[in-house]
T-cell receptor, first 115, second 113 residues
Framework: DTGVSQDPRHKITKRGQNVTFRCDPI?????LYWYRQTLGQGPEFLTY????????KSRLLSDRFSAERPKGSFSTLEIQRTEQGDSAMYLC?????????????FGPGTRLTVL | DQQVKQNSPSLSVQEGRISILNCDYT??????FLWYKKYPAEGPTFLIS?????DKNEDGRFTVFLNKSAKHLSLHIVPSQPGDSAVYFC????????????FGQGTRLTINP
């Protein structure tokens, strides 16, 4: 069990550019979640997948944001035409859910800075 | 609409004493609650959880108490150690921890030697 990994750890981009982040969940975890955390706040839910199916999207996820989990393993989060307000820590978590309760384990995050 | 609130932004406790972190929630549909610890530049680390069918859960130095009538939960750390200094987040979920988590704003705990 190597834990949840995220790449890159840091990304600096100019306003208007597109960025893509990757998350590799704990192996065999069937659920994968994306959250966003801004300074002084707790993480806010963005979206989650069960295997390759995207089950829920937050209203925070504008049409500039898209997430995929094509083979039910790793996931990507793309932000198009970045804005300064997109600057935040993007966190990925995974869990294994046969049914009932389970714990979400988080990766180290990708810190995005939009200049 | 802040459904989960941690009203103390910071807490300072002497090493060896008890640390008590508090969390309030408004959504009565929440049925699973978790505490996470976060160090700078790292993701949140899971500490302990509790289902709404229980009112207490213990794991080593950590105990979580749930008061459903007051919509309040607390995390007790006994004894507090310097390595406990971090930001602590409470989180809540509807339908068990498998659903999206709603987090509080966090409490920065500092353990003084």
């Amino acid at each position: 069990d190597t834990g949840v990994s995220q790449d890159p750890r840091h990304k600096i981009t100019k306003r208007g550019q597109n960025v893509t982040f990757r998350c590799d969940p704990i192996s065999e975890h069937n659920r994968l979640y994306w959250y966003r955390q801004t300074l002084g706040q707790g993480p806010e839910f963005l979206t989650y997948f069960q295997n390759e199916a995207q089950l829920e999207k937050s209203r925070l996820l504008s049409d500039r944001f898209s997430a995929e989990r094509p083979k039910g393993s790793f996931s990507t989060l793309e932000i198009q035409r970045t804005e300064q307000g997109d600057s935040a820590m993007y966190l990925c978590a995974s869990s294994f859910v046969p049914r009932g309760t389970d714990t979400q384990y988080f990766g180290p995050g990708t810190r995005l800075t939009v200049l | 609409d802040q459904q989960v609130k941690q009203n103390s932004p910071s807490l300072s406790v002497q090493e060896g004493r008890i640390s008590i972190l508090n969390c309030d929630y408004t959504n009565s549909m929440f049925d699973y609650f978790l505490w996470y610890k976060k160090y700078p530049a790292e993701g949140p680390t899971f500490l302990i959880s509790i289902s709404s069918i229980k009112d207490k859960n213990e794991d080593g130095r950590f105990t979580v108490f749930l008061n459903k009538s007051a919509k309040h939960l607390s995390l007790h750390i006994v004894p507090s150690q310097p390595g406990d200094s971090a930001v602590y987040f409470c989180a809540a979920s509807v339908g068990g921890g498998a659903q999206k988590l709603v987090f509080g704003q966090g409490t920065r705990l500092t353990i003084n030697p």
